[in-house]
C-alpha cells in the first residue's frame, strides 16, 4: 500500500510539472490582454531555455501575436536596438538563444475601431471606446458597421441620440441624465443637430444555476463549470470537441442585446417635443 501511494503521488506530481509548471503556461487567448510587457518578458526568459519551449514555441507566440510584437536580437547591434527603440520596444537582456541575448517587446495599440475584438473591447474604458468612435472618419455610432456595435455592446451599454443643440444641451435635459448614471459623453455635429454618443461599462451578469429532474431525482448543475473550458480556447484546434445543445444554448445567452442602443429613443422623443412647445 505504501508504494502504491507513493508512486501515484510522484505520477500526480509529474502531471503537475508537465502541465502548468511554467507561468506562460496559464496564458491563452482569452487573457492575454490582460498582461504587460514585463509580463512577456518574466515568461519568456523562464521557459525559453527548456525543451518545453522548444516543442510549443509556435503555440506560445501565437497565442502572444495578436497582442504584443517580439523580436529576438542580440544586445551588441548598437543600431537595430536604437531603431526598435525608436518604435517604442522596450528591450531586455536574454540567455543566449540561436544566436540572439536579447527580447525586443512591445504591446500593439488599439488605434482605430476596427482594431476591437471580443478579446480586447473588455479591457477598455468608455473613454476610450468614444475616442476610436470620434476618430473613425466621423461616422458617429449610427455609422459604425454592425459588427462593431456588436464587439462594444458585448462589454459596453450603449445610448445614441440625435437632436438639435439647444434640446442636447438643455438644463436638466439628456446629456444632464446620462452623466448621472453614469455614462460617458461624446457630441458630434451635425449640422445644426447633435449625435450624442452615450456609453457605460456594462454590468456583468452572473451565471445561474439551474436544476433539471433526472428519474425523479434533482440534481443541479453551475453554468460557471462550463467557463474552465474558456481559459483553454487556444488548444481548440488540437482537440476534437463534442457539441452539445447546452452549449448552443450557453452561446446564444452571451449574444449581445441589440436593444440598449435604443433604449433611450423616448428621451430624444420627449426633448424635441418639449422644445417644440
Same mark, same amino acid.
Given at each position: 500500500m505504501a508504494r502504491e501511494r507513493i508512486r501515484r503521488d510522484r505520477s500526480d506530481k509529474d502531471a503537475q510539472d508537465v502541465v502548468g509548471s511554467y507561468a506562460i503556461d496559464n496564458m491563452a487567448k482569452g487573457n492575454i490582454w490582460t498582461y504587460e510587457v514585463e509580463d512577456i518578458h518574466k515568461m519568456l526568459i523562464e521557459v525559453m531555455?527548456?525543451?518545453?519551449?522548444?516543442?510549443?514555441?509556435?503555440?506560445?507566440h501565437n497565442i502572444i501575436r495578436p497582442v504584443f510584437d517580439v523580436q529576438f536580437l542580440k544586445r551588441e547591434d548598437d543600431a537595430k536596438v536604437a531603431s526598435l527603440e525608436a518604435q517604442h520596444y522596450q528591450i531586455f537582456s536574454s540567455p543566449d538563444y540561436e544566436g540572439t541575448n536579447a527580447i525586443a517587446i512591445r504591446k500593439r495599440q488599439i488605434k482605430k475601431i476596427t482594431d476591437l475584438t471580443l478579446e480586447n473591447v473588455f479591457h477598455l474604458t468608455p473613454k476610450e471606446i468614444l475616442r476610436l468612435i470620434d476618430e473613425n472618419m466621423g461616422t458617429g455610432w449610427q455609422g459604425l458597421p454592425l459588427a462593431i456595435q456588436d464587439i462594444i455592446q458585448a462589454a459596453f451599454t450603449v445610448d445614441c441620440s440625435v437632436m438639435p443643440e439647444v434640446a442636447m444641451h438643455r438644463v436638466g435635459g439628456i446629456i444632464d441624465r446620462r452623466r448621472e448614471d453614469g455614462y460617458e459623453v461624446l457630441e458630434i455635429e451635425r449640422g445644426t443637430w447633435i449625435e450624442g454618443v452615450f456609453i457605460k461599462v456594462k454590468p456583468k451578469m452572473e451565471k445561474l444555476h439551474f436544476e433539471v429532474l433526472v428519474d425523479g431525482k434533482r440534481s443541479s448543475r453551475d453554468e460557471s463549470d462550463d467557463e474552465e473550458d474558456d481559459d483553454d480556447d487556444d488548444d481548440l484546434e488540437d482537440e476534437e470537441i463534442d457539441d452539445n445543445d447546452d452549449d448552443m444554448d450557453e452561446e446564444e445567452d452571451e449574444e449581445p442585446n441589440e436593444e440598449d442602443a435604443?433604449?433611450? *429613443?423616448? !428621451?430624444?422623443?420627449?426633448?424635441?417635443? *418639449?422644445? !417644440?412647445?
Open positions: 531555455m527548456s525543451d518545453k519551449y522548444k516543442e510549443n514555441r509556435v503555440h506560445y435604443t433604449i433611450e *429613443d423616448i !428621451d430624444a422623443i420627449d426633448d424635441t417635443d *418639449d422644445d !417644440d412647445e
